[in-house]
């Protein structure tokens, strides 16, 4: 009589589960996977858990619900070059030291945006912030991705200006 055993440890699905279902990014070796699984990332040259935390950073310098995770991860992958990753997870440490001072935990360890947004208006004069925050309004905002979200079509140049392309077509006038 032949008997099998289940084998031991997880499978790719439930660690994502698992980890999704606690509201965790999930930090392998070389990656990180969204909350939701709808997105994963290989890091180069920072930790995953640095990352991770980098896009939380984002989400909350400039938190949009409708914005998915996946475009902060593009607007913040510019960090994960051997020439930024030393600065970048320096950076990070010291977030996390701020956020262990203030709120008692790692900065992505903290469930609550309003606590995490305090540790970062703590840090609002610090190099490393504001590098972050400037990078973003050009990493987040640029992609074509997010413009409908906003309700934005796009320059006009291309397409004979604004004159022609409801320039003047409010109702509410």
């Known amino acids: 009589m032949t008997t099998t055993t289940a084998p031991r440890g997880l499978t790719r699905r439930q660690l994502l589960s698992r980890a999704t279902a606690a509201g965790a990014f999930v930090c392998g070796a070389g990656f990180v996977a969204g909350r939701d699984a709808a997105w994963a990332t290989e890091m180069t040259a920072m930790t995953p858990e640095s990352f991770a935390t980098l896009v939380q950073m984002a989400r909350d310098i400039y938190p949009h619900d409708r914005i998915p995770d996946a475009n902060y991860v593009t607007a913040v992958k510019g960090y994960d070059t051997p020439e930024e ?72 140049y291309s397409q004979g200006g604004y004159i022609d392309r409801g320039f003047d077509d409010i109702a509410w006038l």
């Open 85 to 156: 990753a030393d600065a970048t997870e320096a950076g990070i440490a010291a977030l996390d030291r701020r956020a262990t001072d203030l709120k008692g935990s790692r900065y992505l360890d903290i469930g609550w945006e309003r606590d995490r947004a305090e540790v970062l208006r703590s840090m609002a004069d610090d190099a490393f912030f504001e590098k972050i925050r400037a990078g973003l309004v050009t990493g987040l905002y640029n992609q074509k991705a997010v413009w409908p979200i906003f309700g934005y079509e796009g320059e006009s």
